[in-house]
């Protein structure tokens, strides 16, 4: 009277799910509101005209996300593990909203690139003066060598003589790359553009992730219910 192979698998596949994407949500979570209450940023917070600028919806949706998710890994870990279907059946509902939510929003980030795209490399910019008037906020700074080594792009004018952050800039390829680079900006608001259908292609596959995840927890939970079932038989049976 216990779980199948099956059962056991899809039990151990949601505790792994469920690990991973618990880091994820609180690393979202931990960066989100360390730029909500960090000594450099939290004054955009209090100015009205700014509450709608892209740096302080970028927050919003890092501390929403984070938040979600852990919410999220909360009764998926407890229902997994305990193997308890209540649990189970509300982390069901959950994950089938997120798969809905990433499949809309990647359609949407696909047929709006442009402005997405803009909307990224203006989140970037307030980064990148937060990180020149904060004095070189070493945390921004690693978020700037990141993007920027990633991107391979140096700041927002991209000339290395008068760039302030040039000290997160990679190093340069050839001789040419010693004076200019690309500016960083310019290079989101394009990558995003030529590469919208891997962006597209990572929303989508992250919901196919979540289904995967929702079909074990289903299978699990109809385990569980078997199982309950073949137990109140012993026991009429028994007694």
Same mark, same amino acid.
Not at 102 to 120: H, N, T
Not at 148 to 169: R, S, Y
């Given at each position: ?17 469920? @690990?991973i994407?618990?880091?994820?949500? *609180? /690393? ?6 360390? @730029?909500?209450?960090? =000594? ?6 209090? !100015?009205?005209?700014? =509450?709608?600028?892209? *740096?302080?919806v ?11 998710? +852990?919410? &999220? ?20 509902? +959950?994950?089938?909203?997120? /798969? ?40 921004i700074? &690693?978020?700037? #060598? ?10 927002? #004018?991209?000339?290395? &003589?008068?760039? +302030?952050?040039?000290?997160?800039? $990679? ?10 680079? $690309? ?5 989101? /608001?394009?990558?995003?553009d ?5 962006? @597209?292609?990572?929303? @989508?596959?992250t /919901?196919?992730?979540l !289904? #995967? ?17 073949e ?9």
């Amino acid at each position: 009277m216990a779980l199948d192979g099956c059962g056991i698998i899809c039990k151990y596949i949601l505790v792994i799910f469920n @690990l991973i994407f618990a880091v994820l949500g *609180f /690393a979202f979570l931990g960066i989100g509101m360390w @730029l909500r209450f960090s =000594n450099n940023t939290r004054g955009i917070f209090e !100015i009205d005209t700014l =509450n709608s600028s892209a *740096f302080v919806v970028g927050v919003a949706v890092l501390i929403g996300l984070g938040s979600v998710m +852990l919410i &999220v890994v909360a009764f998926g870990d407890y229902g997994a593990c305990n193997e308890k279907r209540c649990a189970l059946q509300v982390f069901s509902a +959950l994950l089938a909203l997120l /798969a809905g939510a990433e499949i809309g929003f990647g359609v949407v980030a696909y047929s709006r690139r442009y402005q997405v795209g803009a909307s990224i490399a203006e989140f970037y910019t307030s980064m990148y003066l937060l990180y020149v008037k904060g004095g070189g906020d070493p945390a921004i700074g &690693v978020t700037l #060598t990141f993007v920027h080594n990633m991107l391979h792009c140096c700041g927002v #004018t991209g000339v290395k &003589v008068i760039e +302030l952050a040039q000290q997160t800039c $990679p190093k340069p390829d050839g001789f040419f790359e010693h004076l200019v680079m $690309p500016n960083c900006p310019e290079v989101i /608001a394009n990558v995003f553009d030529s590469k919208a259908s891997l962006v @597209l292609g990572i929303f @989508l596959g992250t /919901a196919a992730l979540l !289904i #995967t995840a929702l079909v074990c927890a289903i299978i699990l939970m109809k385990q569980l219910k078997r199982v309950n079932q073949e137990i109140s038989a012993y026991y009429s049976t028994v007694y």
